[in-house]
């Protein structure tokens, strides 16, 4: 199972929506996402994520960090936030960062992409590398 947390209010849509788009096939997704209603409209989210909504300084990093669960699955963490630098680093499976200004708090001992850059590819080999299963499309037989 891989799990998502998404802090909305920190990545613009650019960065955000091809991320979400790629994880709209991922087999197995728990997507936690917290921020402003406003941000959390203005992306399209894989079905099944739970949106919370947050207003105030720090609240939706509270929702993020009370709806993370410690498992050995990977981790990605959407957001620059160095709040969840001690989250990232006592995580007991692998974690990937998608943002494009991480804190240097939260670049230590974690992959990094910024999908505006970088494209989704590094992600998609990340998530290869930790057994993240996406969904096949029906083949046509012949």
Known sequence: MLTVLVDADNLAPRRL??????LATVAHLHL?????????????????SEL??????QSADLALAEAYSPSADPLMLISGDGDFALLAARHPGPVLVVSSAPSGRLRDGTTVVDPAIDGVGPIQDWMSAWGVELYVADQPSG
């Open 52 to 57: 919370i909504e947050s207003t105030g300084w």
């Open 17 to 22: 929506q091809p991320a979400l788009s790629l």
């Open 32 to 48: 936690v996402a917290s921020g402003r209603p406003q941000a959390l409209r203005r992306v399209r989210w894989p079905l099944g």
